[in-house]
């Protein structure tokens, strides 16, 4: 059993800058990648991003590509969300996750252990 706790989400302006984390307990030593979702009102979970938890190898969607940075601390089994640029579309809940198989980390379904998210919030 792994646990998942996100924090420092919050209300911020556009342009400004928000660092997520999420610190992970429990089996962690056999966690393939770590990645971030998020969840606007009426819409579907998306992907953000995702880190290899061996190699930190990272991949960001589309959206977030350049604007946003993943990382991770393993000695802290803690991984970060740098949110730079922020716009007020991507006010939404967001959602760390754990991955245990060696999958493409990109889909919801691929992912095994969920935190209870932190809401990000964008005014214009």
């Known amino acids: 059993q792994v646990q998942l706790v996100e924090s420092g989400g919050g209300l911020v302006q556009a342009g400004d800058s928000l660092r997520l984390s999420c610190a992970a307990s429990?089996?962690?030593?056999?966690?393939?990648?770590m990645g971030w979702f998020r969840q606007a009102p009426g819409k579907e979970r998306e992907f953000v991003a995702t880190?290899?938890?061996?190699?930190?190898?990272?991949y960001l969607a589309d959206s977030v590509k350049g604007r946003f940075t993943i990382s991770k601390d393993n000695a802290k089994n803690t991984v970060y969300l740098q949110m730079n640029s922020l716009k007020p579309e991507d006010t939404a809940v967001y959602y760390c996750?754990?991955?245990?198989?060696?999958?493409?980390?990109?889909?919801?379904?691929?992912?095994?252990?969920w935190g209870q998210g932190t809401q990000v919030t964008v005014s214009s």
């Open positions: 880190i290899s938890w061996s190699s930190g190898s990272t």
């Open positions: 429990g089996r962690t030593f056999s966690m393939i990648a």
């Open positions: 996750a754990a991955d245990y198989g060696n999958r493409n980390h990109v889909s919801t379904s691929e992912y095994d252990y």
